[in-house]
């Protein structure tokens, strides 16, 4: 698939990057590639294939413990605050 010179612009003006001209041909390459290989990874047949939770056999990923390792601070933190409602902090309306 073949970028054009307007979608990269466009992908750039998204992504907040400032292209000068002479940038342009080179991200319409190399995304273009980008594109075309996972186009050729779509195309692979992969029925039959079992996902993998590790890519290596018989290993798994480790673990941690899901515990509590910190105490609840929130009444401290909302002590703080100049206003407070129903446990949620009460800010400003900046929108008119």
């Known amino acids: 698939m073949s970028l054009t010179r307007e979608q990269i612009e466009s992908i750039a003006h998204l992504a907040r990057l400032e292209l000068n001209v002479t940038e342009i041909p080179v991200y ?4 273009s590639r ?4 996972v186009g050729e990874l779509e195309r ?9 939770s590790h890519p290596l056999p018989g290993l798994s990923q480790r673990l941690r413990p899901d515990v509590v390792t910190e ?3 929130r009444e401290l933190y909302q002590a703080n605050a100049p206003r407070v409602e129903a446990g949620l902090y009460i800010v400003p309306k900046v929108i008119e």
């Open 28 to 31: 319409q390459e190399s995304l």
């Open 34 to 37: 980008i594109l075309d290989f």
């Open 44 to 52: 692979a047949d992969t029925s039959g294939i079992e996902p993998m």
């Open 71 to 73: 105490e609840d601070r």
